[in-house]
T-cell receptor
Framework: AQSVTQLDSHVSVSEGTPVLLRCNYSSSYSPSLFWYVQHPNKGLQLLLKYTSAATLVKGINGFEAEFKKSETSFHLTKPSAHMSDAAEYFCVVGDYKLSFGAGTTVTVRA | DAGVIQSPRHEVTEMGQEVTLRCKPISGHDYLFWYRQTMMRGLELLIYFNNNVPIDDSGMPEDRFSAKMPNASFSTLKIQPSEPRDSAVYFC????????????FGEGSRLTVL
């Protein structure tokens, strides 16, 4: 069985400040983990993925995530938020069948 | 590449009517997935195909839902008869899970059943 828990349903940050989105996972084996982003009325786009290589994963648009097996976490960060980062973010676990978290809505204040 | 193409983008229908959603995956992708997104339940996997063969349909809510993939470039999700609780955004996604392990999503079909 596999699942993810996104610890924050909503995160609000000021433009230019860091963003942290928290995700814990549960899996009976070594998982593949992903972060996807969904802008309003759009499909989901892959930000980054972890597939048992380097534990610090760099993605698109300045995002990165660190896989911590001891903490079963895969938190997403960005050093400086931009207005265009306002969207919903999903933490995802799985290989052939993906399990999505409930999502974190990010708002960016000017 | 044009990406995953879904149609229609929006569908409004009345309860009891048949609804057919369509998906054209990215050429060369051997996996195709249908997801449903609602506020209450988030993103749910309905069914997925590998090389046009349905592999797991355990997420299909009931017999009113059916999905087909007659060839590598086309899939349908059909609801008959439709009910108001079927109102949701339905996403199609395709990918090659080895080695890329990335799914590409369409922009979704927003279904409203009155």
């Amino acid at each position: 069985a596999q699942s993810v828990t996104q610890l924050d349903s909503h995160v609000s940050v000021s433009e230019g400040t860091p963003v942290l989105l928290r995700c814990n996972y549960s899996s009976s084996y070594s998982p593949s983990l992903f972060w996807y982003v969904q802008h309003p009325n759009k499909g989901l786009q892959l930000l980054l993925k972890y597939t048992s290589a380097a534990t610090l994963v760099k993605g698109i648009n300045g995002f990165e995530a660190e896989f911590k097996k001891s903490e079963t976490s895969f938190h997403l960060t960005k050093p400086s938020a931009h207005m265009s980062d306002a969207a919903e973010y999903f933490c995802v676990v799985g290989d052939y069948k993906l399990s999505f978290g409930a999502g974190t809505t990010v708002t960016v204040r000017a | 590449d044009a990406g995953v193409i879904q149609s229609p983008r929006h569908e409004v229908t009345e309860m009891g009517q048949e609804v057919t959603l369509r998906c054209k995956p990215i050429s060369g992708h051997d996996y195709l997935f249908w997801y449903r997104q609602t506020m209450m339940r988030g993103l749910e996997l309905l069914i997925y195909f590998n090389n046009n063969v349905p592999i797991d349909d355990s997420g299909m809510p009931e017999d009113r839902f059916s999905a087909k993939m007659p060839n590598a470039s086309f899939s349908t999700l059909k609801i008959q008869p439709s009910e108001p609780r079927d109102s949701a955004v339905y996403f199609c996604a395709s990918g090659t899970l080895d080695p890329k392990r990335e799914l590409f999503f369409g922009e979704g079909s927003r279904l409203t059943v009155l």
